[in-house]
Nanobody
């Protein structure tokens, strides 16, 4: 069983930055791909970014490419999402996912999800 805890959300103005963290525990060793998703009110959960174990491969949605970066510290079992140039449309609850697969240009999530952290961007 893997537990995921997100943190770092908050309220920023457009153009600002936030750094999200996702700490994983359980299921040693934690050597699988991790990813970020987000869900805005009344919208479906959507993929944001993914990173393979060791950080060798990253994947981003077109909506965040060039503004967000994803990284991980496998020694700390923690994944990060650096979000720059934030826009009001980035407002959502951000979730991390563990154990999925990168298939071509997509990410297939697995069953492990965190509880989410709220990001609100005001104009």
């Amino acid at each position: 069983q893997v537990q995921l805890v997100e943190s770092g959300g908050g309220h920023v103005q457009a153009g600002g930055s936030l750094r999200l963290s996702c700490a994983a525990s359980g299921g040693t060793p934690l050597r699988y791909t991790m990813a970020w998703f987000r869900q805005a009110p009344e919208k479906e959960r959507e993929f944001v970014a993914a990173i393979t174990w060791g950080g060798g491969q990253t994947l981003f949605s077109d909506s965040v490419k060039g503004r967000f970066t994803i990284s991980r510290d496998d020694a700390k079992n923690t994944m990060y999402l650096q979000m720059n140039s934030l826009r009001p449309e980035d407002t959502a609850v951000y979730y991390c996912n563990y154990g999925g697969s990168v298939i071509g240009s997509t990410y297939r999530p697995y069953i492990y999800w965190g509880q989410g952290t709220q990001v609100t961007v005001s104009s």
